[in-house]
C-alpha cells in the first residue's frame, strides 16, 4: 500500500534499513539507544530494524559499554563476512583483482600484468574472469555469496537497457565494447551477482570521498595520474561523483598529438607515457625494456639523485618541472570552472611523484587560477594508495547493497533471453 507520497512500507523498511546499516558502517559500533538521534528514528523503529538486520545475519554484537545507571549498553557493528564484493582495476600496466568482505577488508588478490600496454578486448576479459576466479579460490568463497563486482576502466561508460555496459575507450582502441556483456559469457558466476562498470577515475573518486582525503567535503575533485590522466568531481549534487575527461581538455593549440587523436590535450603533456616520451625526446635514456613505472622511477632518480649521490639530470628535471607546470595549469582550470574545497592527486604515477612534485603542482595551480577560488582550495595527494581504484571498485556493489537496504541482488525472472546475450549476438560477425 502506497502512501500520501508514494512510498510503500516495503520502501519505508529498506529506507529504514539502509540508514542504519550506512551508520554502522562508518560510525559503529554503536548501541541501539545512541542509533536513535544518528538516524532519526524511534526507538520502536531502531529496535525493530535491527532485530530484522540480525537474524539476516548482516549485525552482529560488538561489545558493551556502561549506561547512566542501567545495564550495560550492546553495541552493533556489521557483521564482516556477511557479505563479499570483488574491485577489479583495469590499468595502464596491469588488471588488479581484490576481493573483499563487507568491510572493506581484502581477502585476496590477483595481478595480470600487460603486455606493453595491451588492451585486446578479449586479453582483458580473459583477465578479468581468470582473476575473478583466482581470489574466489583462494579465500574459498562461493560465487553466491558475492554481491557483485565493481569494475574501473579507462574511457567512458554508457549504460543502456539492451546492451548493459557500453565502453567507449578512444584513447585504448575500444570502440562501444559491451563489457559486460562479454564478461557474462562463459562467466562462472551466477546471473543474479550483478557487474558495475565505471571510468577508473570516478572509482577512485568513490574511494577517497568515503574513506580518503575527500571524507567531509562537499565539494572536490580527485585526480587520476598514471599513464593518462582524468577526473573524478563531487558535488552536493552529484554526490556519488563524475568522471570527466580533464586530459582531454586543449592546453595547447597545435600542440602535441595526443594518443586519443586530438592535437594539445592536457594528457599529450602530463600523463607518464607522454611526460616519458617527452624525456627521450630529450635526450633522456629510460631503461631498455622497462614498463612504464619502473621508467618512472629511473627518471625520478635521475631528476632527484639522493644525497652524495650523481649529480641531478638537467634534461630530466627540466621535464618534470615542465609537466609540473601543465598539470598546475590543468587543475586551476578545474579550480575556476567548480571550485572545489579539495583537489587529491591519486593513481600510480602521483603516487611515484609524491611530495616532491607536489609543491611546484600548488605553486602553478595558485598563480594560474583566480585569487578567490584558488585561496580556498587544497591540492594534497590521495590517502589510499595505489589499490584506491579497486577499493572504489568494489564499493559500487556495497552503495547498491546499502540502498537495497542490505537485500541480496535477485535473480532475474525467467523470460525473454538477457540483454547481455542480445548484445553479444549484435556484435558477433555476420
Known amino acids: 500500500m502506497a502512501g500520501r507520497n508514494g512510498r510503500t512500507v516495503r520502501d519505508l523498511r529498506r529506507a529504514?534499513?539502509?540508514?542504519?546499516?550506512?551508520?554502522?558502517?562508518?560510525?559503529?559500533?554503536?548501541?541501539?539507544?545512541?542509533?536513535?538521534?544518528?538516524?532519526?528514528?524511534?526507538?520502536?523503529?531502531?529496535?525493530?530494524?535491527?532485530?530484522?538486520?540480525?537474524?539476516d545475519g548482516l549485525l552482529e554484537e560488538a561489545g558493551s559499554v556502561d549506561?547512566?545507571?542501567?545495564?550495560?549498553?550492546?553495541?552493533?557493528?556489521?557483521?564482516?563476512?556477511?557479505?563479499?564484493m570483488i574491485?577489479?582495476?583495469?590499468?595502464?600496466?596491469?588488471?588488479?583483482?581484490?576481493?573483499?568482505?563487507?568491510?572493506?577488508?581484502?581477502?585476496?588478490?590477483?595481478?595480470?600484468?600487460?603486455?606493453?600496454q595491451r588492451y585486446e578486448v578479449e586479453v582483458i576479459v580473459g583477465h578479468i574472469r581468470d582473476g575473478i576466479a583466482e581470489v574466489l579460490a583462494a579465500a574459498g568463497i562461493a560465487p553466491e555469496r558475492l554481491l557483485g563486482v565493481g569494475i574501473g576502466v579507462p574511457g567512458i561508460v554508457e549504460r543502456t537497457p539492451d546492451r548493459g555496459a557500453v565502453v567507449h575507450g578512444q584513447t585504448?582502441?575500444?570502440?562501444?565494447?559491451?563489457l559486460e556483456a562479454l564478461l557474462r559469457t562463459g562467466s562462472q558466476l551466477p546471473d543474479a551477482v550483478p557487474y558495475f562498470i565505471d571510468n577508473g577515475a570516478r572509482t577512485l573518486g568513490q574511494a577517497e570521498m568515503w574513506?580518503?582525503?575527500?571524507?567531509?567535503?562537499?565539494?572536490?575533485?580527485?585526480?587520476?595520474?598514471?599513464?593518462?590522466?582524468?577526473?573524478?568531481?563531487?558535488?552536493?549534487?552529484?554526490?556519488?561523483?563524475?568522471a570527466v575527461e580533464w586530459g582531454h581538455l586543449t592546453v595547447r593549440v597545435r600542440g602535441r598529438r595526443c594518443r586519443c587523436g586530438a592535437l594539445g590535450c592536457l594528457e599529450a603533456y602530463a600523463g607518464a607515457e607522454s611526460l616519458l616520451q617527452r624525456w627521450r625526446e630529450a635526450g633522456g635514456q629510460p631503461p631498455e625494456s622497462a614498463d612504464e613505472e619502473t621508467a618512472l622511477t629511473?627518471?625520478?632518480?635521475?631528476?632527484?639523485?639522493?644525497?652524495?649521490?650523481d649529480a641531478a639530470d638537467p634534461v630530466a628535471l627540466a621535464v618534470l618541472e615542465e609537466t609540473a607546470e601543465y598539470l598546475g595549469a590543468g587543475l586551476s582550470d578545474l579550480i575556476n570552472l567548480f571550485q572545489p574545497e579539495r583537489i587529491l592527486i591519486g593513481g600510480w604515477a602521483g603516487l611515484q611523484l609524491g611530495a616532491r612534485f607536489l609543491p611546484a603542482v600548488r605553486r602553478h595551480a595558485t598563480a594560474y587560477a583566480l585569487r578567490h577560488p584558488a585561496e580556498k582550495v587544497t591540492v594534497d595527494l590521495g590517502k589510499l594508495g595505489p589499490d584506491a581504484v579497486t577499493v572504489g571498485a568494489a564499493i559500487l556493489p556495497l552503495a547498491d547493497f546499502f540502498a537495497r537496504g542490505g537485500r541480496r541482488?535477485?535473480?532475474a525472472p525467467e523470460g525473454p533471453a538477457p540483454a547481455w546475450r542480445t548484445a553479444l549476438e549484435e556484435r558477433a560477425p555476420h
Open 67 to 84: 549506561s547512566d545507571g542501567g545495564r550495560p549498553r550492546t553495541l552493533l557493528r556489521v557483521a564482516p563476512g556477511s557479505g563479499h
Open 211 to 242: 574513506f580518503g582525503g575527500g571524507r567531509g567535503a562537499d565539494n572536490a575533485v580527485v585526480v587520476l595520474f598514471g599513464s593518462g590522466v582524468g577526473a573524478c568531481l563531487v558535488t552536493p549534487d552529484v554526490e556519488h561523483g563524475r
Open 298 to 309: 629511473a627518471m625520478l632518480a635521475a631528476a632527484y639523485p639522493t644525497e652524495g649521490g
Open 16 to 55: 529504514n534499513r539502509t540508514v542504519v546499516l550506512q551508520r554502522l558502517y562508518f560510525d559503529g559500533p554503536l548501541s541501539r539507544f545512541e542509533l536513535g538521534p544518528v538516524t532519526g528514528l524511534s526507538s520502536g523503529s531502531v529496535s525493530n530494524v535491527v532485530a530484522d538486520l540480525v537474524a
Open 87 to 116: 574491485g577489479v582495476d583495469v590499468g595502464e600496466t596491469r588488471v588488479r583483482i581484490e576481493l573483499f568482505d563487507l568491510t572493506l577488508t581484502e581477502l585476496a588478490r590477483a595481478e595480470h600484468p600487460l603486455e606493453q
Open 409 to 411: 541482488p535477485e535473480p
Open 172 to 178: 585504448i582502441g575500444w570502440d562501444a565494447v559491451p
